[in-house]
């Protein structure tokens, strides 16, 4: 499938800082752009998406960019917490599926 | 809500030995796919399929293969274990069946499979 690329790929912060992770996708007909957090020992799990049609969305602490004319898209975490602790990834559509990014790990220190 | 069932958390098989996973969903949806995940790697596709006995190559379907006998039934076939197939493997599944649109992915606990 085409790339999506994610950055980084570890990210360590203090609890209460921001916390923010970029991808980029090449594929122009992705139209859909979901970030999954990944905590150990589980499958991946939907936190936040975005489509096409919507340049920013937000749920709370978390918050999703998308800038369809450079194709990125960024995941912004604020007031991070511990619990926030986990593996990120990012994915664009690509036809039925979706393409993922390496993935982000993060570590919210106390 | 809806749940994705990985039958076996944790397998150890031999080189060369034919391995199932499979997969089974209770909400009805009609996409389904198989994901493997590498350190480093992240999350690649494997196979899906968008119905029954319809299957589609993801990016690195070498050394497997599927079955979706039923809807909510996804089996992942390895016909002969290779050491490098050693891997965590993550079956999903979505509602939407048709367009570019795929919509919310649920997954699986994942499947780890060691190849000795």
């Known amino acids: 499938g085409e790339n999506v690329e994610q950055h980084p790929s570890t990210l360590s912060v203090q609890e209460g800082d921001s916390a923010v992770i970029k991808c980029t996708y090449s594929?122009?007909?992705?139209?859909?752009f979901p970030w999954y957090k990944q905590e150990l020992g589980k499958g991946p799990q939907l936190i936040i998406d975005i489509r096409s049609n919507v340049g920013e969305k937000k749920d709370q602490r978390i918050a999703v960019t998308l800038n369809k004319t450079a194709k990125h898209f960024s995941l912004h975490i604020t007031e991070t917490q511990p619990e926030d602790s986990a593996v990120y990834f990012c994915a664009a559509t690509y036809g039925y599926a979706l393409n993922f990014g390496k993935g982000t790990s993060l570590l919210v220190t106390p | 809500d809806v749940k994705v069932t990985q039958s076996s958390r944790y397998l150890v098989k031999r080189t060369g030995e034919k391995v199932f996973l499979e997969c089974v969903q209770d909400?009805?949806?009609?996409?389904m796919f198989w994901y493997r995940q590498d350190p480093g790697l992240g999350l690649r596709l494997i196979y899906f399929s968008y119905d029954v006995k319809m299957k589609e190559k993801g990016d690195i379907p070498e050394g497997y293969s599927v079955s979706r006998e039923k809807k909510e039934r996804f089996s992942l076939i390895l016909e002969s274990a290779s050491t490098n197939q050693t891997s965590m493997y993550l079956c999903?599944?979505?509602?939407?069946?048709?367009?570019?649109?795929?919509?919310?992915?649920?997954f699986g606990e994942g499947s780890r499979l060691t190849v000795l």
């Open positions: 909400m009805d949806h009609e996409n």
């Open positions: 999903a599944s979505s509602l939407i069946g048709a367009g570019t649109n795929t919509g919310e992915l649920f």
């Open positions: 594929d122009s007909a992705s139209n859909y």
